[in-house]
């Protein structure tokens, strides 16, 4: 048995943290310094903040905002969104951020990952993979906060990232976002034998069992967002994370 690696991913929105379903319906759940000073508490493995609009909306980086957050963290922090160019990733680097986590730009500039990874290392470079299924029940691959259908599957986009250099994917399907409903497991196994770079599997986590499930699918590591700021479906907001260790 393997120790799961868990990472809280939240999303953040003009200095304030919210929640989505489905990539819509974003609430506000709190201020991100309390928050990552909880999950300082709580010994999260890893933190992910996503400005998950930052790229649908055309928006810069608010790199004061996200060094605040990064100065209050004891885990390694991810960062994601309006990351477009290398000087992008620099400042986020230099913000404090272990990992940068691309996506919108990489459907027009795949090279990004490699020169990335050439300063910082692949392991750096997380590429994200948004998934729904289209009309015809078939997985593709949608940026841009899930808005345009880029008509890749995602087994075939994330080979093209693994040989652009990803250091890992952060795979989410997009139906499945704050619904409690399970991970995609079909959409976890198929991407995970695709690729050999670690997949990290998000959109709908509800429970452990649910971390266990991912990652005998394929996944090297699991993260989630509404269980970790809601107390349960349809209660009020908690920070929260698990304590002690989970194998599977």
């Given at each position: 048995?393997?120790?799961?690696?868990?990472?809280?991913?939240?999303?953040?929105?003009?200095?304030?943290?919210?929640?989505?379903?489905?990539?819509?319906?974003?609430?506000?759940?709190?201020?991100?310094?309390n928050?990552?000073?909880?999950?300082?508490?709580?010994?999260?493995?890893e933190?992910?903040?996503?400005?998950?609009?930052?790229?649908?909306?055309?928006?810069?980086?608010?790199?004061?905002?996200?060094?605040?957050?990064?100065?209050?963290?004891?885990?390694p922090?991810?960062?994601?969104?309006?990351?477009?160019?290398?000087?992008?990733?620099?400042?986020?680097?230099?913000?404090?951020?272990?990992?940068?986590?691309?996506?919108?730009?990489?459907?027009?500039?795949?090279?990004?990952?490699?020169?990335?990874?050439?300063?910082?290392?692949?392991?750096?470079?997380?590429?994200?993979?948004?998934?729904?299924?289209?009309?015809?029940?078939?997985?593709k691959v949608?940026?841009?906060?899930?808005?345009?259908?880029?008509?890749?599957?995602?087994?075939?986009?994330?080979?093209?990232?693994?040989?652009?250099?990803?250091?890992?994917?952060?795979?989410?399907?997009?139906?499945?976002?704050?619904?409690?409903?399970?991970?995609d497991?079909?959409?976890?196994?198929?991407?995970?034998?695709?690729?050999?770079?670690?997949?990290?599997?998000?959109?709908?986590?509800?429970?452990?069992?649910?971390?266990?499930?991912?990652?005998?699918?394929?996944?090297?590591?699991?993260?989630?967002?509404?269980?970790?700021?809601?107390?349960?479906?349809?209660?009020?907001?908690?920070?929260?994370?698990?304590?002690?260790?989970?194998?599977?």
């Amino acid at each position: 048995m393997s120790r799961v690696r868990i990472i809280p991913v939240v999303l953040l929105k003009n200095g304030g943290l919210y929640k989505t379903i489905g990539f819509k319906n974003a609430k506000y759940v709190g201020d991100p310094i309390n928050t990552v000073k909880i999950f300082n508490e709580k010994e999260a493995d890893e933190l992910v903040v996503l400005d998950f609009n930052a790229s649908l909306e055309k928006r810069g980086i608010n790199f004061n905002k996200i060094a605040e957050i990064a100065g209050e963290a004891f885990m390694p922090m991810g960062y994601g969104g309006g990351i477009k160019t290398l000087d992008d990733a620099k400042k986020v680097f230099d913000s404090g951020y272990e990992k940068v986590v691309i996506n919108s730009v990489l459907f027009d500039e795949i090279s990004l990952v490699e020169k990335i990874g050439n300063i910082y290392g692949a392991q750096a470079v997380v590429c994200a993979i948004d998934v729904k299924k289209n009309l015809f029940g078939k997985y593709k691959v949608y940026s841009h906060s899930g808005t345009k259908n880029t008509n890749y599957s995602p087994d075939d986009w994330a080979r093209k990232l693994e040989k652009a250099g990803a250091g890992e994917i952060l795979l989410n399907n997009i139906t499945n976002d704050g619904t409690w409903n399970g991970y995609d497991l079909e959409l976890i196994k198929s991407t995970a034998d695709s690729v050999a770079v670690p997949l990290i599997a998000c959109g709908g986590a509800s429970n452990i069992d649910d971390f266990k499930k991912a990652v005998r699918a394929g996944a090297s590591a699991v993260a989630a967002g509404s269980m970790f700021v809601y107390q349960k479906k349809g209660m009020g907001v908690l920070i929260n994370f698990p304590s002690g260790s989970v194998n599977a």
